[in-house]
């Protein structure tokens, strides 16, 4: 059974920084994508980031350069390293990892974890 347990959320000023970090167990994850979706209060969960098997990342437009994804496929885990926050960004952030069998996905999600912050 596939499990996804995060880390890494808490409280920041603006302008500052966090790290979340997950790991996934389970399964095989060598050809998955992974990625960090997160979910505001009163909004649909969006899409952040994620990195395909080859390490390739792709962003939502409002956090490049700000956010980065990265992976380790050794260790299963993969890591948002987000900078520059801002009182927007408050939300839970969920892991998720996609995986393919023939032309269907499959979901996987962690519980999620708070990012707060402050102004």
């Known amino acids: 059974q596939v499990q996804l347990v995060e880390s890494g959320g808490g409280l920041v000023q603006a302008g500052g920084s966090l790290t979340l970090s997950c790991a996934a167990s389970?399964?095989?994850?060598?050809?998955?994508?992974m990625g960090w979706y997160r979910q505001a209060p009163g909004k649909q969960r969006e899409f952040l980031a994620a990195?395909?098997?080859?390490?390739?990342?792709n962003y939502l437009d409002s956090v490049k350069g700000r956010f980065t994804i990265s992976r380790d496929n050794a260790k299963n885990t993969v890591t948002l390293q987000m900078n520059s926050l801002k009182p927007e960004d408050t939300a839970v952030y969920y892991c998720?990892?996609?995986?393919?069998?023939?032309?269907?996905?499959?979901?996987?999600w962690g519980q999620g974890t708070q990012v707060t912050v402050s102004s």
């Open positions: 998720n990892v996609r995986q393919w069998v023939l032309t269907t996905p499959y979901d996987y």
């Open positions: 990195v395909t098997s080859t390490g390739s990342p």
């Open positions: 389970g399964g095989t994850f060598s050809a998955a994508a």
